[in-house]
Nanobody
């Protein structure tokens, strides 16, 4: 029903920047909140950021506040994650997800659809 495709990952040195994109098809994109999660090897997947259906509000995990910015362009069915001042501990596979709700949540269980992920590697 819903397909999410991430792009923009890569290798960057500490202090650098990357911009991730996630394009959705299927369920009406603009009606649902979107989120970004990440998972490092051997670690549990963790919440990174979420944005409401209209883009009017956003949530961030404490470790990325002030460095990452989530945004969306509903006309393009795309959500973005601008990552600045990257640190080695940001290294992970980053996943975008579409929520069943209109506003963002930190809880994985409210996200119904997930992309396959894009690798972000930050070297020290």
């Amino acid at each position: 029903q819903v397909q999410l495709v991430e792009s923009g990952g890569g290798l960057v040195q500490a202090g650098g920047s990357l911009r991730l994109s996630c394009t959705a098809s299927g369920r009406t994109f603009s009606s649902y909140a979107m989120g970004w999660f990440r998972q490092a090897p051997g670690k549990e997947r963790e919440f990174v950021a979420a944005i409401s259906w209209s883009g009017g509000s956003a949530l961030y995990t404490d470790s990325v506040k002030g460095r990452f910015t989530i945004s969306r362009d509903n006309a393009k069915n795309t959500v973005y994650l601008q990552m600045n001042s990257l640190k080695p501990e940001d290294t992970a596979v980053y996943y975008c997800a579409q929520s069943s709700l209109r506003v963002g949540s930190t809880r994985e269980v409210v996200y119904d659809y997930w992309g396959q992920g894009t690798q972000v590697t930050v070297s020290s």
